[in-house]
């Protein structure tokens, strides 16, 4: 059930039935949407890096598990930026009430991946078997079979395909796109990508030669999304997501209200 929890303690690491959206209250006024695979994970690291500037969590609400994580954040994201100023970060904003924010999340569908276990020979046949199907799509993929840019089936198509569930097919596709072989854009479908090649990856491994060659030093801020996107000649919306890459791999903090800036890891966790 989704919850508002102003502490970090019992917070799920991680759930066979989908990610999580959440909504975050810092004490400047800052509120922070997102959806997260691990929201003990996602929480602590925020409580951890940006305590040291006097920044907490004040308020935190967490969604159910669910399939549809990735679309609701871009409701919520639009919700928001009707109503409040948007940060430098677009996932960060101001002059907008919490609450109402929260309220408008509890709107949204939260439809689980999979059907909650009824035994464990079910369960562990049900996770089997997409990992078997995204397995045989990767398989695909590699031997030029599916080309970059081919749209994958719907999920009641793919189910048909494969003789699964409509929920193993929506598994599925969220397993392709956490190996980072497929892309869902919204209201028009899920793509193959050349995961080797993707753009966000590829500009999220020149910011991190810069951090390892030492041109880019801890506490230095990252430059702005636009001039970055100028810089690597692609999209602001590459830049930010090629920004989250380096912020799972540690290398990157970003500070409500503030910017992204190089990570001390000499510090430790």
Avoid at 51 to 68: K, M, R, V, Y
Avoid at 97 to 107: K, L
Avoid at 166 to 179: F, K, N, P, Y
Avoid at 215 to 222: D, I, Q, S, V
Wanted: charge should be neutral.
């Amino acid at each position: 059930m989704a919850v508002r929890q102003p502490t970090l303690r019992g917070l799920p690491r991680r759930s066979p039935l989908g990610s999580y959206i959440y909504v975050v209250h810092f004490n400047v006024g800052v509120v922070k949407v997102g959806y997260t695979a691990r929201p003990a994970e996602r929480m602590v690291r925020y409580r951890s890096t940006l305590s040291p500037f006097g920044i907490t969590i004040a308020d935190l609400w967490l969604s159910e598990p669910h399939g549809q994580a990735e679309d609701n954040e871009g409701l919520l994201l639009d919700f928001c930026r009707a109503r409040a100023e948007q940060e430098r970060n677009r996932e960060y904003f101001t002059g907008i009430d919490f609450s109402e924010v929260v309220t408008f999340a509890g709107t949204l569908p939260f439809v689980p991946l999979c059907p909650p276990p009824t035994g464990p020979p079910p369960y562990e046949a049900s996770l089997m078997k997409y990992v078997q199907v995204a397995d045989g799509i990767q398989v695909c993929i590699q031997n030029g079979e599916l080309k970059t840019g081919a749209q994958l089936p719907g999920e009641r198509e793919l189910a048909a395909q494969h003789q699964i569930a409509q929920g193993t097919a929506r598994r599925v596709i969220q397993e392709l796109r956490d190996r980072g072989l497929a892309q869902t854009v919204p209201a028009k479908g899920t793509f193959i990508v050349d995961a080797p090649s993707a753009a966000w990856q590829q500009v999220a491994d020149w910011i991190a030669r810069r951090i390892e060659g030492g041109e880019l030093l801890p506490g230095a801020r990252l430059e702005g999304e636009r001039e970055m996107a100028e810089q690597a000649g692609v999209a602001v919306g590459t830049v930010r997501r090629a920004v989250e890459d380096l912020r799972q791999r540690g290398l990157v903090v970003t500070l409500p209200a503030k910017g992204t800036y190089i990570a001390d890891r000499s510090a430790g966790s």
